[in-house]
């Protein structure tokens, strides 16, 4: 998918870090959740001042094995209840370090995604992560939003 250019690589930046234990051969995602990711971990820095983390994002199949072996929560490798990683639409975002009010204030904007149909998120507790399976439709999505935050005589959409 990376010879294909279906994958795009996930960099750091001054509002992103990538978990040192992240293999650089996993360290890629769809060109729309390298978007999503740029999006909110700017809005999040904007907000606190500190980067987001990403854990984990795309994965083979026989690394979905493998973590199936060791964590319960592990999505099947294939079947119609794959892991989205295999795709390369989902990330993983650190929940651990984030105070109580940066919680809520991710929460909120992935709550608030997920009722756009932008994305599907879950608070793991047990990886302390959020798991967010970024939509193809983001892209047509924040590309509006650019277009509505330029349009003279329209408000700034949220």
């Given at each position: 998918?990376?010879?294909?250019?279906?994958?795009?690589?996930?960099?750091?930046?001054?509002?992103?870090?990538?978990?040192?234990?992240?293999?650089?051969?996993?360290?890629y995602c769809r060109e729309w959740v390298l978007l999503f990711l740029s999006d909110i971990s700017r809005d999040f820095y904007r907000?606190?001042?500190?980067?987001?983390?990403?854990?984990?994002?795309?994965?083979?199949?026989?690394?979905?094995?493998?973590?199936?072996?060791?964590?319960?929560?592990?999505?099947?490798?294939?079947?119609?209840?794959?892991?989205?990683?295999?795709?390369?639409?989902?990330?993983?975002?650190?929940?651990?370090?984030?105070t109580r009010k940066e919680r809520k204030w991710m929460t909120t904007q992935l709550l608030q995604m997920e009722r756009r149909g932008?994305?599907?998120?879950?608070?793991?507790?047990?990886?302390?992560?959020?798991?967010?399976?970024?939509?193809?439709?983001?892209?047509?999505?924040?590309?509006?939003?650019?277009?509505?935050?330029?349009?003279?005589?329209?408000?700034?959409?949220?």
């Open positions: 998918m990376v010879a294909q250019g279906e994958l795009v690589s996930i960099h750091q930046t001054p509002y992103l870090t990538i978990d040192s234990r992240l293999d650089a051969g996993n360290r907000q606190f001042h500190k980067q987001l983390q990403v854990n984990s994002a795309v994965r083979t199949v026989e690394e979905q094995k493998r973590l199936m072996r060791h964590n319960r929560n592990a999505a099947p490798a294939d079947g119609d209840t794959a892991s989205s990683h295999l795709a390369g639409i989902t990330v993983d975002l650190a929940r651990k370090g984030l932008l994305v599907e998120a879950v608070e793991e507790r047990y990886q302390s992560c959020y798991h967010v399976m970024v939509s193809s439709k983001y892209s047509d999505w924040r590309d509006d939003q650019q277009l509505a935050n330029k349009t003279p005589g329209r408000a700034k959409a949220n």
